[in-house]
């Protein structure tokens, strides 16, 4: 191991449960030292610092003068950033732009917005994983934020690396797409070609894609899909009827839990995503106006795990409901 590698000089809180070396195949990464519990925050870190304009736009010459703006103390602990297991950084602004995270809230769609890049030594150590065991949960607020934190989305063993999902919208892309978007081929366990395990990842990140089109009538982008290509949903009837936000309550509902389930047996159904997701699929329970599909959906939600919950509201399946026009129209004005 480079007992003199520039990462050994980079500062570790004293409470860090995690130590920083080598790590097969992506250069170096972060090791948990102690068991890290299910919910635990893993670091709390402020940027070195940050520059107030969106990703794109940032220049060599932005970061030159925010480096100069640091105290001369804080100066050196820029270069001992390495080459992150790419390529060697031939611009200062690639040295920025391989260590930075966002530092905007999110948008009204649920969508992380455009803002202020913040440069984190540490933070930037953590690898990437399609099957993480570490998150660092967007800000909700609309506010942006001044530090990042990282969370156990599971427990972690001593020895165990820590990883997150560069991409929110990984649980929605398959192997393939994710690749392409990462710019580097991933090393992870779902990425391993060829086995079962990948292949059925693809098939369920794909059907989560195509279920989230039927609910919002739109794509990952916030657009329509094209009929032609490669579309999510073949049934003209079926992606029209989605995109005029015309799906009937009883098809809303056991969709928002499929998708429950097959992200759930994905490995991806975190505290965090479970909270995002299932405030719109209790609310969807709620508003059957029917007395019977009332009384299923009742039943449906009543039941303690996703997969109990949509084996019986599949009794719905197919099921009109007196509330589906109010609410296609509801949908329809929000668009
Ligand atoms: C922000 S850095 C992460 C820390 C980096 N490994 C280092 O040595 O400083 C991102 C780079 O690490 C490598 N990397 C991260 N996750 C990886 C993975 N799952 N598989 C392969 N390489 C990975 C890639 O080269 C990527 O461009």
Redesign the pocket.
Same mark, same amino acid.
Not at 124 to 130: E, I, P, V
Not at 182 to 188: I, M
């Given at each position: 191991m480079a007992l003199d590698h520039p990462?050994r000089q980079l500062p570790m809180p004293s409470n860090a449960p995690f130590e920083l070396k080598p #790590?097969s $195949?992506? $250069?170096? $990464?972060a090791f948990a030292t102690r068991r890290i519990g299910r919910g635990a925050l893993i670091l709390s870190e402020e940027p070195l610092f940050t520059i107030r304009k969106p990703h794109a736009e940032i220049t060599d010459e932005d970061v030159v003068r925010a480096f100069q703006q640091l105290p001369a103390s804080r100066k050196p602990l820029f270069f001992l950033? +390495?080459?992150?297991? #790419?390529w060697q950084f031939r611009r200062v602004e690639h040295a920025f732009a391989?260590?930075c995270f966002n530092m905007a809230g999110e948008d009204h769609g649920g969508r992380q917005r455009d803002g202020p890049r913040g440069l984190f030594l540490l933070h930037? +150590?953590?690898?990437?994983?399609?099957l993480p065991n570490t998150k660092i949960p967007i800000p909700t607020s609309n506010r942006e934020i001044t530090y990042v934190q990282s969370f156990a989305i599971r427990d972690i063993l001593p020895g165990e690396e820590i990883?997150f999902s560069?991409e929110c919208d990984f649980g929605c892309r398959t192997r393939e797409e994710r690749h392409q978007q990462? +710019?580097?081929?991933?090393?992870?366990d779902v990425?391993q070609a060829g086995t079962t395990f990948q292949q059925l990842s693809d098939m369920r990140r794909r059907l989560v894609r195509g279920l989230q089109y039927l609910q919002i009538g739109k794509d990952l982008d916030g657009q329509k899909q094209e009929a032609s290509g490669r579309p999510l949903i073949t049934d003209i009837q079926l992606k029209r009827a989605a995109e005029t936000r015309s799906i009937p309550l009883s098809s809303r509902l056991i969709y928002g839990l499929l998708v429950m389930v097959l992200t759930e047996q994905e490995g991806l159904l975190d505290d965090f995503l479970a909270e995002r997701l299932s405030p719109s699929i209790w609310a969807a329970a709620t508003m059957f106006e029917t007395e019977n599909n009332a009384r299923l959906a009742k039943l449906a939600m009543a039941q303690e795990t996703w997969l109990e919950r949509l084996c019986v509201a599949f009794h719905l399946y197919g099921r009109a409901d007196a509330a589906d026009a109010a609410l296609a129209g509801v949908l329809r004005k929000r668009v």
């Open positions: 990462y #790590s $195949g992506k $250069g170096w $990464g950033l +390495r080459d992150n297991a #790419s391989e260590n930037s +150590r953590f690898n990437h994983s399609c990883t560069y990462l +710019r580097f081929v991933c090393h992870c990425c």
